[in-house]
């Protein structure tokens, strides 16, 4: 009926988008649109905020809720947990958060926004592992929550939209622009709560003007959002502005005060981080050069699952780099880059391969290593199969630090 519509749009909107019962309102409210739910009662419902349903009966009330509205009249368990959750997170009552996010994927493994929240979340505390993950937990992830399909991401987007608070309008525009692949339209979300200088949002908004997603690229203003994020102690802001002061984008050059950045994003934790404190150590940039330090800080990160650093991390064993030479260690952090499609650890596992060094030599292997990391591109996978079909016995060179990687800065759409 054209006038309970109208009257219902003015109750909602009347009510401020971040209440803890905007979602309940909203159903009732769409059975007050078609006649469901009597409309004294629901006014007064929204009137009130949002409280007992109950409390919201008057005398006079025409209709009584039906069995379908009752179960209408409060949010789904699910969604109180995860509305929870992000209640922890933006308190930074973390280790909660992660709890309830864990109970929530161990009901429903393929929940898009849960999935999405516990990236976030653990890339503000990363769970510590006892033994070395063979694979990134934050791109594992994103993978999933990509993959959960496009019924999950409806309803994903749905309950983000429920508030207008930062953190949601945030997950919005990740959803939409990690998951669904549509950055230009998540730019809208990003600002909204870059606005209210929520850090994520002002760091990815700095991505997307420093790739030029978000239009003309500008470093400098990339720089300038990663340093407004930085200064309220997001690790990933803090990672990239490093990455921009070592490179001279957007600021002057210094690699010192690129150090100190890692440093601060790296002791929160940050795997990025850790593995770009630890090329500079391996090769004297912004401090003196020490091997020990680089393995130390290459470890940290390739523990976390990080391949560039497990494939660093196996040219240190590799060649002796601060570490004794332990060829059986190099294959097996190879192994794990390679697994994760990282075209320097798989060329790199081809070359021990072809000599039987830390693994039985394999030809077949080596070829299909070598087959990997040609077809991303790599120049030295592409020169070796060039030479010879059937494969030397013999070492050609071992890894250089050319084919190493370079600093890394935290992007939200790469894996």
């Known amino acids: 009926v054209p006038s309970r519509r ?72 699910d969604h109180r947990i995860l509305a929870s959750a992000i209640d922890d997170w933006t308190a ?37 592992s006892a033994v070395p993950r063979e694979v990134n937990l934050d791109a594992e992830l994103l993978e999933r929550a990509k993959n959960a399909g496009t019924e999950q991401h409806d309803r994903a987007h749905r309950f983000f939209q429920t508030s207008s608070t930062a953190p949601y309008k945030f997950l919005v525009g990740a959803l939409v622009d990690v998951v669904k692949g549509h950055p230009e339209d998540a730019i809208p979300y990003y600002e909204a709560a870059a606005s209210l200088d929520y850090p994520p949002a002002l760091c990815n908004l700095g991505i997307m003007h420093q790739d030029g997603s978000y239009g003309d690229q500008s470093h400098s203003t990339a720089a300038s959002l990663f340093k407004r994020a930085a200064a309220l102690n997001y690790a990933w802001a803090q990672n990239n502005l490093g990455v921009m002061f070592q490179n001279g984008q957007g600021v002057f050059r210094d690699p010192r005060k690129a150090v100190e950045l890692y440093r601060c994003a790296a002791d929160a934790g940050n795997a990025w981080a850790e593995y770009n404190l630890g090329w500079c150590y391996h090769h004297g940039r912004g401090v003196d050069q020490d091997y020990k330090q680089a393995v130390a800080h290459y470890t940290r990160s390739a523990w976390q699952g990080y391949a560039m650093a497990q494939c660093n991390l196996g040219v240190c064993y590799q060649n002796g780099e601060g570490t004794a030479v332990d060829l059986k260690q190099a294959a097996k952090f190879y192994q794990f880059a390679a697994v994760q499609g990282n075209d320097c650890a798989q060329h790199n596992m081809a070359v021990l391969y072809e000599a039987g060094r830390g693994v039985n030599r394999d030809i077949t292997q080596a070829v299909q290593w070598l087959r990997k990391a040609a077809d991303q591109g790599n120049t030295a996978a592409r020169a070796r199969l060039r030479r010879q079909t059937g494969l030397s016995p013999a070492l050609l060179n071992p890894p250089s630090p050319s084919q190493q990687h370079e600093l890394q800065a935290g992007h939200d759409q790469v894996l």
């Open 92 to 128: 930074r009552r973390l280790a909660n958060a992660r709890d309830k996010l864990t109970q929530l994927l161990e009901q429903e493994p393929c929940n898009a926004a849960a999935l999405l929240v516990y990236r976030y979340v653990l890339r503000e505390q990363p769970v510590p």
């Open 6 to 77: 109208r009257r219902t749009t003015e109750l909602v909107t009347r009510l401020p988008p971040d209440s803890a019962n905007y979602s309940k309102i909203i159903s009732l409210a769409a059975l007050v649109s078609v006649g469901g739910v009597d409309q004294t009662r629901i006014e007064r419902y929204c009137l009130l905020g949002g409280g007992n349903m109950a409390a919201a009966g008057s005398a006079g009330t025409t209709s009584t809720p039906t069995s379908t509205t009752t179960s209408l009249s409060a949010p789904p368990d």
